[in-house]
């Protein structure tokens, strides 16, 4: 195996342990009557990743070189 394929299994794995503390909260949070705090939380994240996403497309209109 090549270092770029390991490189791309090695961000897979970061992905899948970030999603799966993401959905232990969202557990801990839902099974202890807490869904209210984690319907606030999910909103406040869907805000955030919205901004950054209209930023990413921006910043990706404005470069000068085409990607890859």
Do not use: H, N, Q
Not at 16 to 24: D, G, K, P, R, Y
Not at 41 to 46: A, H, P
């Amino acid at each position: 195996m090549s270092w770029g394929a390991w490189d791309v299994g090695f961000c897979m794995f970061g992905w899948a342990v970030t999603f799966l503390v993401l959905s232990i909260v969202a557990a801990y949070l839902g099974f202890f009557g807490l869904a209210g705090l984690a319907a606030v939380l999910v909103k406040l994240l869907f805000v955030v990743f919205l901004m950054l996403l209209a930023g990413s497309g921006l910043l990706g209109l404005i470069r000068y070189e085409p990607p890859v």
